[in-house]
């Protein structure tokens, strides 16, 4: 029997510097060795394809209430900033975040969400805003990990997640009444 390889190891031997290059990060320019990693390897958890995409799946069983992973990426002061994947994480601030954890996927029972934190930076007075990903229940292996995007009214879209109490639509709950009048509106059902 031979083992399967991880296509993600693949794409990472792709994307290594083969000689040393100045890049751009932030608000710095550092020597591509120094930089850190697109992302680190996270190896309890792994990307798969799921019915809406590319998707977040556990490869270890995690308690409730237990951390999985910190969110990591680039954290963007402007509230009006939008992607695909970003998050909202308070004070006007918006985080677009790196694989793996930019790809869990929405649900209207998820079994993840996430918190932010302020904390302090080693050796440093300064506060640093962190992302963690929260199991809410057991999580078994090989299931995918999601959250409730609770977006507004205003950027709600069709919801796909099909879990048995899902309500159609990718909105925040207390967004509801707001859709409902916005669609009743234009005469969408």
Not at 51 to 72: D, N, S, W
Not at 80 to 105: K, T
Not at 148 to 160: L, N, Q
Request: hydrophobic letters at 30%; glycine letters at 6%.
């Amino acid at each position: 029997m031979v083992p399967m390889r991880d296509p993600d190891d693949q794409d990472r031997k792709r994307r290594q510097p083969k000689m040393r290059r100045r890049q751009r990060t932030g608000s710095r320019i550092v020597d591509a060795d120094e930089r850190p990693q697109r992302y680190a390897r996270d190896k309890s958890v792994r990307i798969g394809m799921t019915r809406v995409g590319k998707g977040l799946f556990a490869r270890r069983r995690y308690p409730a209430q237990t951390v999985i992973g910190e969110i990591k990426g680039e954290i963007i002061d402007d509230p009006h900033y939008g992607s695909d994947y970003c998050m909202n994480v308070g004070n006007g601030q918006i985080l677009e975040p790196e694989a793996p954890f930019r790809y869990v996927n929405h649900s209207c029972e998820p079994n993840c969400e996430f918190d932010v934190f302020d904390l302090p930076e080693p050796r440093k007075l300064n506060r640093h805003r962190r992302v963690f990903l929260i199991s809410l229940r057991e999580i078994k292996p090989g299931e995918e990990l999601t959250i409730h995007y609770h977006w507004s009214a205003a950027s709600a879209i069709g919801c796909r997640c099909q879990s048995p109490s899902c309500r159609g639509w990718i909105v925040d709950p207390t967004q509801w009444d707001t859709l409902m009048a916005r669609l009743a509106a234009k005469g969408t059902p």
